[in-house]
Structures are given as C-alpha cells and as structure tokens.
C-alpha cells in the first residue's frame, strides 16, 4: 500500500516556466489538498478537492492550478513560476468521517526552487 | 495572532528527558492532529484526537476542549526523536470539509 505519492522530490524552475506536481493515493480517498510549507510558517493550504470533478480554492491559491478527473490523482500546475513560489509543497489526502474520526496523510513533499 | 499556536519554537534536552510541546488553539474544532516531520523527510502523522489522552509506545498525546489545549509528550526521549512537532486542527465546519489549519511546528533536538 503506497499511500500518498508526490513527484518529483525536488525541482529548479526558471521564472515564467511551468510545471505539474504529480499527486496520487490508492487509499480511494475522496478528500486531497495540497500545502505548502515556508519556513517559519504553518502549511498553507493551496488547493484541495472533495471528490473527483470537484475543486476548491484554500488560502494561497494565486498562481496555481488543479484538477480531479480521478479519484487517486490530483495533480497542481505552476504555469508561469515565479520566486515567491520557491516552497516545499505536500500533498496530503484524507477520508471524510462526520465523526472525526479521520487520519490525514501526506505525502514526501516537493521541494521547489525558482530562480 | 495564528488560529493555533506552539511552544516552545525550539527545544533541546538530553536523551531521556520527558518532553513536552504544547499547542494552543483559538477556534471550534472537531479534531486535532500531531505531526512529525524528519528533515528532508515527508509529514506522519501520529496521533488524531478529538477527546482525552492517545498514547502510543513513548508518545501521548492529551487535549483539553474546553481549554482549547493539547500536549504532546515523549517519555524517554532519544536522538531519533528528533524532529519537527507540527500540531493541526481540523476546523468544525457545517459543510463536512476537512481542512486544516497548522502551527509553525516545535523543532526538537535530543543531544546523546
């Protein structure tokens, strides 16, 4: 059982290319988000889906993009790269439970430099 | 002021001190997680709790609701346990979504 899958581990970008952040689960779980994690900051919520064909915008969403046309795969797009995007980036995923009961899991992280 | 706060930032002891990182929180939720991240590593999760005490092998976690208070405490602290403590609450919400909302982390180091 893999759990949650991130690729690639690490990436240097130029400003203004693009890039997709592969994310994939084969826990059939309904919830994924993706963070990012700047130092001294709390994760950031960027993006996360609810289900498949459903997306929704978290707090940092400005310059990204997703899309959930399967269940286990949630890929983020960088499409013009710019320095404020240097991050670590994680993919997480999580089954929803009303009572709480619910772990979260994440992925290795991606680490991402843009120069 | 950040919805959930850690202390303290950094930590160093010797091996086998009894540890303890707390995390404040300031709004409703419906659960709280304790993470752990190694550097250069992913994120694990260790422990989800919405109520009372977890413990698992060197590692219990406590939370008081009313207090909007958890600690994490490791007994017989070793070099491995050296690491990020991210705590995270997840927000209740009226529409079942999931999101979390993240501490800075408490980096700790334990000296052999």
């Known amino acids: 059982n893999a759990g949650v899958t991130q690729t690639p581990k690490f990436r240097i970008l130029k400003i203004g290319q693009s890039m997709t952040l592969q994310c994939t689960q084969d826990m059939n779980h309904n919830y994924m988000y993706w963070y990012r994690q700047d130092p001294g900051m709390g994760l950031k919520l960027i993006y996360y889906?609810?289900?498949?064909?459903?997306?929704d915008k978290g707090e940092v969403p400005n310059g990204y993009n997703v899309s959930r046309s399967t269940t286990e795969d949630f890929p983020l797009r960088l499409e013009l790269a710019a320095p404020s995007q240097t991050s670590v980036y994680f993919c997480a995923s999580s089954y929803p439970s009303v009572s709480a009961n619910t772990e979260a899991f994440f992925g290795q992280g991606t680490r991402l430099t843009v120069v | 002021k950040n919805e959930v706060e850690q202390s303290p930032q950094n930590l160093t002891a010797q091996e086998g001190e009894f540890i303890t990182i707390n995390c404040s929180y300031s709004?409703?939720?419906?659960?709280l997680h304790w993470l752990q991240q190694h550097p250069g590593g992913g994120i694990v999760s260790l422990f989800m709790l919405s109520s009372g005490k977890k413990k698992h092998g060197r590692l219990i976690a406590t939370i008081n609701i009313q207090e909007k208070h958890s600690s994490l405490h490791i007994t017989a602290s070793h070099p491995r346990d050296s690491a990020v403590y991210i705590c995270?609450?997840?927000?209740?919400?009226?529409?079942?979504?999931?999101?979390?909302?993240f501490g800075t982390g408490t980096r700790l180091t334990i000296i052999p």
């Open positions: 709004v409703g939720i419906s659960a």
């Open positions: 889906s609810v289900g498949a064909g459903i997306t």
């Open positions: 995270a609450v997840r927000e209740r919400s009226n529409f079942g979504n999931e999101k979390l909302t």
